[in-house]
C-alpha cells in the first residue's frame, strides 16, 4: 500500500485544514513534520514485525504511520475525540494498527495488551510527560523499551529506555524512593538535606536519615547513586 507520508508541513497543515483542527495547547499537541525524527525514532526503538507496540497520544498519525510501516501490531492511544476521525481516514488500510479513544493515564493497558511484552514509542504531551512514564513503570507492565521524544523548553531530544527485569537497589517502599529522587531533582543545585526538608519532612529527622544512611549532608541529590537514594530511602521509613 503506498500512502502519503504524514510527516510533512504541507501534509500536516492539508490534514489540520481538511478536518478543521486548531492544534490544542493545552493537550501538548506538537506534531512531527520531519520524517528523519519519525525514523530515528523508530530506529531507536528496533521495531520489527514481531513486536506490539504501544503509541501514547498519535495525534494524526505521523509516528503512528512510520511505525506500522514495520508491520509491527501497533495500539495507539489518543485523548482528543477530534483526531479519532482524522485517525480513521489517515491511517485507513493498516490493519495492524489499533486506536483507543481514551486518557492513557485511565485506561488498563493490560487488559488491551494482555499476556506479552511490547514496546512504547510516544512524542508525548509535554504536560504529562513525567506522569506518563511514572505510570506506565508503577504498573509494572511488561515493557520491553521506552522511545519517546520529549520536550526540553524550546528544544526536544529523543531518549531511550530498556526496562530492567528486576530493580537494581531492593527498597522498603517504592513510593518513598521516587519520593527521594523527585525531593533531590526538585531542589537541584541545592543539597539533599534542603531538599528532604522541602519535601515536608523535619530538619531533626533529615539529620536523623542521612547519617543512618552514612551521606553527607552537604551532598547535592544529584550526585547519589542508586544504592544511596535506596539507603535514604529506608532511613526513611524509619525517621517518619
Ligand atoms: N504522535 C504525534 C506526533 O508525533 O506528531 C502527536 C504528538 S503530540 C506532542 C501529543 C499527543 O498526545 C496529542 O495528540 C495529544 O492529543 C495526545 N494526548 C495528550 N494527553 C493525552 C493523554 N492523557 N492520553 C492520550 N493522549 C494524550
Known amino acids: 500500500m503506498i500512502k502519503p507520508c504524514i510527516a510533512k508541513k504541507e501534509v500536516t497543515t492539508h490534514i489540520l485544514k481538511t478536518f478543521g483542527i486548531h492544534t490544542s495547547k493545552k493537550l501538548g499537541q506538537n506534531f512531527l513534520i520531519d520524517e528523519n525524527v519519525v525514523q530515528q525514532i523508530v530506529e531507536a526503538a528496533a521495531i520489527s514485525a514481531t513486536d506490539t507496540v504501544l503509541e501514547i497520544g498519535p495525534g494524526i498519525g505521523t509516528l503512528t504511520q512510520g511505525v506500522a510501516e514495520t508491520q509491527a501490531e501497533v495500539v495507539a492511544v489518543e485523548l482528543d475525540q477530534r483526531l479519532i476521525t482524522v485517525l480513521s481516514k489517515t491511517l485507513d488500510g493498516y490493519d495492524n494498527v489499533r486506536v483507543i479513544h481514551n486518557d492513557i493515564l485511565k485506561l488498563d493497558i493490560s487488559a488491551e495488551i494482555p499476556n506479552k511484552t511490547f514496546k512504547v ?8 510527560t513525567t506522569p506518563i512514564i511514572m505510570n506506565l513503570l508503577e504498573h509494572k507492565l511488561p515493557i520491553e523499551l ?19 527485569k528486576e530493580p537494581p537497589v531492593k527498597v522498603e517502599s517504592e513510593k518513598r524512593f521516587f519520593r527521594v ?34 551521606i ?19 532511613a526513611w521509613e524509619k525517621y517518619q
Open 121 to 128: 514509542v510516544a512524542n508525548l504531551p509535554y504536560y504529562i
Open 146 to 164: 521506552l522511545v519517546t521524544m520529549v520536550q526540553k523548553a524550546v528544544e526536544s531530544a529523543v531518549i531511550r529506555c530498556t526496562v530492567r
Open 181 to 214: 529522587v523527585r525531593a533531590a531533582f526538585a531542589q537541584r543545585r541545592k543539597t539533599l538535606a534542603n531538599g528532604l526538608k522541602a519535601a515536608g519532612i523535619t530538619a531533626e529527622n533529615v539529620n536523623k536519615i542521612l547519617e543512618e544512611a552514612g
Open 216 to 234: 553527607d549532608s552537604m551532598r547535592r541529590g544529584e550526585t547519589l547513586s542508586l544504592d544511596e537514594f535506596a539507603l535514604v530511602s529506608n
